[in-house]
């Protein structure tokens, strides 16, 4: 029987949602991070649970081909990265195989249908946003960090690799420079967002400031606590992708429905191939952001609705030729995917930052009598274990 700290020998098959690979010992899985599939690794056992263990490279016996060295001195310790020492093919291959294993698992899907993940046209400095905690310690001494073991400690950081060049910046001017958390003194702990603005790039440090950024052409006004999305450098490959699955549909006079739309990203960017386009959004300053998106993108025929998803969804009367749904991370209830097979859409874009609840409710929704069409994976992530897909499905 496996006992803490015994060294074994693991054959890495694959890497599990999350980024660790897995072997086994004696028929228990073992998760070993920072491995590679193909590799032999002789581990310590760290812990041991009743149905998997958890366990630490000592050394690696046949280091894969694919293996690099990490570029970030924090690799390991911060968290965010888990896909840093592999090659960028290795990594996009990995997360394809875990959308497969994601939709056969749980939504009993066998051989799902998963296209290649799209890459991101940056691997490193594509976030334009982060969260950080400042610190000050007893002796003075500033930390400027990404907190981590459980919101328990904070490490502190110079830069990130994946945070864009002036976010970097930013975060070194705020090291430099004594720095004044609006107006008040002596603030020894404090959580703070830097994000950056696509056209002036403005930096907002207060919760009220308010953010512009244009996407093909399009302008969105939001604000820190609006959802926006991080990557910029993705917006494009997911557009062209939308588009061509939109113009190969018969539209005229068409409806679209967008289903938890934040600021309206995706209704607005599709709106020139629909009469009306109608946006569903619980939170009250996305909403009103939303309406002006709409008034200075110059929209004609469209509607919002400030409301919970379930709340309205049975009112949606209208014949919507696309519905685009982008809930949570939690996803959507059941009674929001039985009025999707009610609503009868031409096509349902589903998409989703969480393929577990994602592969959940595409289950229910196929039981509804949906056909998946298609899973798309999207690196808007490079590097994190995160991983955005792009669901089409027709009745
Ligand atoms: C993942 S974000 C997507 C936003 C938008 N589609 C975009 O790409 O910018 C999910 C959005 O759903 C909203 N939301 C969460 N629960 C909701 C609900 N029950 N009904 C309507 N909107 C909801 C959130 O406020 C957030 O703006």
């Known amino acids: 029987m496996l006992k803490i700290d015994d060294l074994v020998t693991i054959e890495i098959d694959n890497i599990a949602f999350g980024g660790s690979g897995v072997g086994r010992f004696d028929g228990l899985a073992v998760f070993v991070p920072l491995s590679i599939p193909g590799e032999t690794i002789e581990a ?5 649970k009743k149905n998997y263990a958890l366990a630490k490279i000592e050394s690696i016996k046949n280091p894969s081909q694919k293996r690099q060295s990490p570029p970030c001195q924090y690799f390991g310790k911060c968290q965010g990265c888990v896909y840093q020492h592999m090659d960028y093919k290795e990594e996009l291959k990995i997360k394809t195989s875990q959308v497969k294993d ?6 009993h899907i066998s051989d799902p249908p998963v296209l290649p993940a799209t890459p991101c046209p940056h691997e490193y400095g594509y976030r334009n946003k982060v969260r950080l905690r400042y610190k000050q310690l007893k002796d003075n001494k500033k930390l400027f960090g990404y907190i981590i073991e459980n919101r328990k400690r904070t490490l502190d950081i110079e830069s990130c690799l994946i945070a864009s060049p002036l976010i970097n910046k930013i ?4 090291r430099n420079n004594d720095f004044d958390f609006f107006g008040k003194q002596n603030i020894r ?3 703070l967002t830097l994000i ?3 056209i002036n790039s403005y930096t907002a440090l207060e919760k009220k400031a308010e953010l512009k950024a244009t996407v093909n ?10 959802f926006f999305q991080v990557n910029r450098s993705i917006f494009n490959s997911l557009i062209e992708y939308l588009l061509s ?3 190969k549909l018969d539209l005229q006079d068409a409806y679209l429905c967008d289903l938890y739309c934040g600021v309206g990203f995706f209704g607005i960017l599709l709106s020139e191939h629909f009469k009306h386009v109608h946006f569903v959004e619980q939170n009250r300053v996305s909403c009103r952001f939303l309406e002006k998106n709409i008034k200075e993108n110059n929209i004609e025929n469209a509607k919002v609705i400030n409301a919970d998803t379930e709340a309205i969804i049975e009112s949606l009367t209208n014949k919507y030729d696309v519905i685009i749904i982008d809930p949570p991370r939690s996803g959507c209830d059941d009674k929001v995917c039985a009025s999707l097979a009610e609503m009868k859409p031409k096509k349902l874009i589903y998409i989703s930052c969480n393929p577990a609840t994602m592969a959940r409710d595409i289950e229910k929704l196929t039981n509804l009598g949906f056909t998946l069409e298609s899973l798309k994976p999207f690196d808007f992530f490079p590097k994190t274990k995160h991983i955005e897909v792009v669901a089409i499905l027709r009745l």
């Open 102 to 107: 994601i939709f056969e698992r749980l939504a």
């Open 189 to 191: 702990s404090h959580n």
């Open 44 to 48: 310590r056992v760290i812990e041991i």
């Open 196 to 198: 950056e603005d696509g």
């Open 171 to 174: 975060l070194s001017d705020l």
């Open 217 to 226: 052409n399009k302008i969105f006004n939001y604000s820190i606590n609006s």
């Open 245 to 247: 699955i939109i113009t």
